[in-house]
């Protein structure tokens, strides 16, 4: 069993060579087992390969034996990726990846997904809450500042377009979803790749209990979380004229941490085995710890979008759940997709 003493007299040894390797990020120490401390101390290799062997040691070139014991220190490789500095997603940048803040005049939510129409244009245009792009909920049209006004956004400095279409949300009725969509003075304005991820390569058609998903947000950044709930009926107290209102069919998904939090409006889910988008945050519980959320593939249904790419096309991905499974999250019936027909913004 090896010391941390001899662990680190190891590890001083051999971090400079190694983080001369492509793909190597960090070397450290640490235990061999974290399950089991018993077992002793290791090297961990921060890095993308999947081996000792496939970073090419040699294991002679790199031994210290473990003072009293005659052991060799066994090396732990942790896989990760590039470590990045945590982002700031309320700063000003362009062009506008989803994730980051945007807004009105009146305040921040986060920028969703880069969207396009079907159209041989492929006009791209930005999906969010219509709680944050038309905080009036009304057709005049708004600019669509980023940052959004809550984080120093000015009108016409900071303006990167101006809504474009929504649903209204309704007063004693059944609300859906909470979705408006932005169009850009320029396309070269927004950037459809999702921060930290890359690609989203397209849109599942449904999703379960219990799956797991990850997200970043203008508040909140990077979070993960798992379907807690589906077809959920639920109270959203948007405060103001608007007050209290009723969601049908509504997906809660729950984090250890916060991940939902004043600002964070408008993320879209991921699934964090593919990257499909899967659903839109629009609330959350007091302590963040819940995300109230709609499929995603509502608001695509709606406004006639899918995801946008930097280039190629992305992909519906048909999630078909049993016929006797209520675990999976069902698609709206027509009468209701005609009901929450959205409405064009008005330029005056």
Do not use: C
């Not at 007299?9 to 974290?34: C, E, Q, S, T, W």
């Not at 079907?118 to 969010?128: C, D, V």
């Not at 879209?268 to 499909?276: G, S």
């Not at 709609?294 to 016929?323: I, L």
């Amino acid at each position: 069993m090896a010391t941390f003493m001899a662990a680190r007299r190891m590890k001083r040894k051999m971090a400079a060579r190694l983080l001369k390797k492509n793909g190597v990020y960090g070397v450290g120490i640490g235990y061999r087992d974290p399950a089991n401390p018993k077992k002793g101390a290791a090297v961990i290799i921060y890095t993308d390969k999947v081996s000792s062997a496939s970073l090419g040691l040699v294991p002679s070139m790199f031994t210290a034996k473990a003072k009293g014991s005659g052991a060799d220190v066994p090396i732990r490789v942790v896989k990760t990726g590039k470590i990045r500095a945590h982002a700031n997603y309320t700063g000003r940048i362009r062009p506008v990846p989803p994730g980051y803040g945007v807004g009105t005049t009146k305040g921040s939510g986060s920028a969703g997904l880069i969207v396009t129409n079907r159209s041989k244009a492929a006009n791209r245009y930005l999906l969010s809450n219509n709680h944050v792009l038309n905080p009036n909920n009304a057709t005049r049209t708004t600019e669509t500042l980023q940052p959004g006004g809550a984080d120093g956004g000015r009108p016409g400095t900071d303006r990167i377009g101006r809504l474009y279409s929504y649903v209204k949300l309704e007063k004693n009725k059944d609300n859906f979803i909470d979705a408006a969509l932005s169009v850009p003075t320029n396309n070269r304005l927004l950037n459809p790749n999702y921060p930290t991820v890359g690609a989203i390569p397209g849109y599942v058609t449904s999703y379960r209990v219990g799956e797991q998903f990850k997200k970043v947000g203008r508040t909140t950044g990077l979070v993960n979380g798992r379907v807690e709930s589906i077809d959920t009926d639920i109270q959203i107290d948007y405060g103001g004229s608007l007050g209290v209102l009723n969601f049908k069919n509504q997906t809660v998904i729950r984090g250890t941490t916060p991940i939902s939090l004043a600002g964070d409006s408008g993320s879209v889910w991921l699934r964090r085995a593919d990257n499909y988008a899967t659903a839109v945050n629009f609330a959350g519980s007091l302590d963040g710890r819940l995300s109230i959320a709609f499929p995603v593939r509502w608001a695509m249904q709606a406004f006639g979008t899918k995801v946008a790419q930097a280039s190629g096309a992305s992909k519906v991905k048909q999630v078909t759940a049993a016929k006797t499974s209520r675990a999976y999250v069902r698609k709206l019936p027509a009468n209701v997709l005609a009901r929450i027909k959205p409405k064009k913004a008005v330029r005056r």
